[in-house]
């Protein structure tokens, strides 16, 4: 059998984050999807709005009801500087040392990944499952970059699915709503803690 990991911000987590981890649950002789919510992402560029106590709680409570799903506070726990993968990559290969490993990385975090930190041994560590919203965009990327035939990856392509959690953060300040963007227990969760501005009587 094998693991999936399924790394990010989850600022806030949605469910296009759900739909991808069971597509790879329905695609890959894989066991259970581990999401591991970051304490610092390395790569991008903006400060994390909602508490890592909260981020972590919002995950927890958006996979609850999918006994394969399973939340690790491993990179929020730790608290190092940066989330960095290859620490958590190595952290559970220990864990599973005779498992193989996925890693579950996205269409815009793949195009950056020759840039992560220690990715050669990283790499050694791991297939990565791209989940590419446009297979043919992703797929001339890898062709054109030498890169990518030094790792193990396979590519997934999801449906469309245009949601992300900065906009679900711009709708909560514009006053719009987030219906069916996150579970009904996250939108909960979000509405009586005020996450992103919102309030118990927004829409």
């Not at 190092?80 to 040392?97: A, C, G, M, Q, R």
Request: hydrophobic share 35%; proline share 2%.
């Amino acid at each position: 059998m094998a693991i999936a990991l399924y790394g990010g911000s989850f600022d806030p987590i949605h469910i296009g984050h759900l739909i991808t981890a069971q597509n790879v649950i329905e695609n890959y002789d894989v066991e259970k999807v581990i999401f591991i919510p970051s304490h610092v992402t390395p790569l991008k560029n903006r400060e994390l709005e909602a508490s890592d106590e909260d981020r972590l709680k919002m995950t927890y409570i958006s996979t609850k009801n999918n006994n394969k799903f399973i939340v690790s506070d491993y990179e929020i726990m730790k608290k190092d500087d940066v989330s960095y993968t290859y620490n958590t990559l190595k952290y559970f290969k220990e864990i599973y040392p005779d498992e193989k490993i996925y890693f579950i990385v996205g269409t815009d975090r793949a195009k950056d990944l020759k840039k992560w930190y220690n990715i050669e041994e990283l790499s050694k560590l791991v297939t990565f499952i791209f989940t590419a919203r446009n297979g043919e965009s992703l797929e001339e990327i890898i062709a054109s970059d030498e890169f990518y035939k030094t790792i193990s990856y396979e590519i997934m392509i999801s449906p469309i699915i245009e949601i992300s959690s900065s906009l679900i953060r711009d709708n909560i300040k514009n006053n719009k709503s987030i219906n069916y963007m996150v579970t009904d227990e996250c939108k909960v969760y979000i509405e009586e803690l005020d996450l992103y501005g919102i309030s118990r009587n927004s829409k």
